[in-house]
């Protein structure tokens, strides 16, 4: 093997992620603790209505911001897509930023989620110390990521398999409970007008609602994280794109509507559900209505499979993020080497070593762990914008240096409206996160709800001063998909 063919064996992923694993992916992504336990508030927050609202219009801004990652990764697949579109399509300061942020907020997720299986875990062994079961979940998802990218996808398949299962049951459940097949008496459609309802709060209601259902929803963009190891990407992305933003919109909908005509936005219930008493989800008082004795129980089990789900999906998508770095020059070269079954095997312990870091400042250090999960918050926001800068970007660049839009084998829905819809309400959601605090010039509040901004716009500064980047004219722009790395070694 010529040397040219080791370096290129070194710095290759395995494209053996199928259609159905890029599906299950996205959707297991966005169907977690959101939906299974938070999707009560929401409708005490703003009522049935400000809630379906709610999700309706964030549930399209999202789909706007899929295709247009579905337009760019069918037309450059690259692992660690978005960051790399930036750097390719905008700035490559942007592009850093970027990178770095998403895999810093990935890295804290990790951490999170392991913590919270702990916790679950402790509903059916409580003497024992939750960390055990959180060691031993950071232990099983570093092994999946290390076997192959296929057992990483097989592993959300299954398990998104299963969140799937208890939200179709659930729904078969709540609608036979609506029209009186179970649980006695007919409940009908009288909570969804009861009192104040269907409308609660008026729009600021609705508005605190968009950071919920924006939440809920983020994890879709890792289709384009994975882009870079589909089999087919030219297919799978865009019928990925189609069937999960559907089935997501659905699910969240429909979830909505059953919860809200079984349980009055009045109750107390559906303020009081945490991972830590399972027995207020509104899927367990739905289950337990229905007479489903082992409610709790099931629903801990399928609230377990979601945050190993999201651990899981946390883990890759850092890993790859910090390997997609690594070629562009924004991380050390180490981090971009693979192994014999395409495993960016140093950005994997990288970051598992840092999300392990991070838990252990949970156990140690409580005001260093909430700080870093605050610095995390809008990440997935910011992740957003810069998905819709750069399909912008990328689509005027492409018709500017002589290309028809005929060309693309996949063409984003409503371009120019979709991206500039996507950045306007990702603006307004991100200066919408606390406005009273800024009413009120509470400073502590603003320093713990935005703190995440600044951290960006400092990751931003720094390699613009640095590297005294600009944006890169439109005729400029390079459409190739080679990364930077390459094109320099090249």
């Not at 600021?204 to 990407?233: K, N, R």
Request: hydrophobic share 50%; glycine share 10%.
């Amino acid at each position: 093997m010529s040397t040219t063919e080791e370096s290129q064996e070194h710095h290759a992923v395995k494209r053996s992620l199928k259609t159905r694993h890029l599906s299950m992916i996205a959707l297991g992504g966005s169907i977690g603790t959101g939906l299974l336990i938070a999707s009560g508030s929401t409708i005490a927050q703003a009522g049935p209505g400000g809630a379906i609202v709610a999700y309706v219009v964030m549930g399209i801004m999202v789909y706007f911001l899929m295709t247009s990652l579905g337009e760019m990764a069918t037309f450059m697949p690259l692992t660690g897509s978005f960051a790399a579109y930036s750097t390719k399509f905008v700035d490559p300061a942007l592009g850093f930023a970027m990178g770095w942020n998403y895999w810093f907020n990935w890295a804290i997720t990790i951490a999170v989620e392991i913590t919270t299986a702990g916790v679950v875990v402790n509903f059916w062994l409580p003497n024992v110390p939750s960390w055990i079961f959180s060691a031993i979940t950071m232990v099983f998802i570093f092994l999946i990521n290390a076997l192959s990218v296929s057992s990483f996808g097989e592993a959300e398949y299954w398990m998104a398999i299963i969140k799937v299962i208890t939200i179709i049951i659930f729904l078969i459940a709540g609608v036979a409970i609506i029209v009186g097949i179970l649980g006695g008496q007919s409940v009908g459609f009288h909570n969804l007008t009861y009192k104040k309802a269907p409308f609660v709060g008026g729009f600021s209601s609705i508005l605190g609602v968009f950071l919920v259902a924006g939440f809920s929803f983020q994890g879709t963009e890792l289709i384009g994280v994975t882009a870079g190891e589909s089999e087919t990407p030219e297919k799978s992305i865009p019928r990925a794109i189609h069937s999960t933003f559907w089935r997501i919109l659905l699910f969240y909908i429909l979830a909505i509507f059953v919860i809200a005509c079984i349980l009055p936005y009045t109750s107390k219930n559906l303020l009081g559900s945490s991972v830590s008493d399972v027995a207020m989800s509104p899927f367990t008082l739905v289950f337990r209505r229905a007479g489903l004795a082992a409610a709790a129980s099931v629903m801990n089990a399928v609230i377990l499979t979601a945050v190993i789900s999201s651990a899981n999906s946390g883990m890759y998508a850092s890993t790859r993020m910090l390997y997609s770095l690594s070629l562009e020059g924004y991380a050390p070269r180490i981090f971009g080497i693979t192994n014999m079954r395409g495993i960016p095997i140093y950005a994997l312990i990288g970051t598992t070593v840092i999300g392990a870091f991070t838990f252990l400042t949970g156990i140690f250090g409580p005001q260093v762990y909430e700080f870093l999960i605050d610095a995390s918050g809008m990440t997935g926001f910011i992740a957003w914008l810069g998905i819709a800068i750069s399909h912008y970007r990328f689509r005027r660049a492409f018709i500017r240096q002589g290309h028809a839009v005929s060309e693309l084998k996949y063409h984003a829905t409503l371009f120019p409206f979709g991206p500039l819809m996507a950045l306007v309400l990702c603006i307004v959601v991100i200066i919408g996160q606390d406005p009273s605090a800024f009413i009120h010039w509470n400073w502590q509040k603003i320093s713990i709800t935005y703190i995440g901004v600044p951290l960006f716009i400092i990751l931003y500064a720094y390699y613009k001063i640095r590297y005294r980047t600009h944006l890169i004219p439109l005729k400029d722009v390079d459409l190739s998909p080679k990364t930077k790395s390459e094109s320099y070694e090249g």
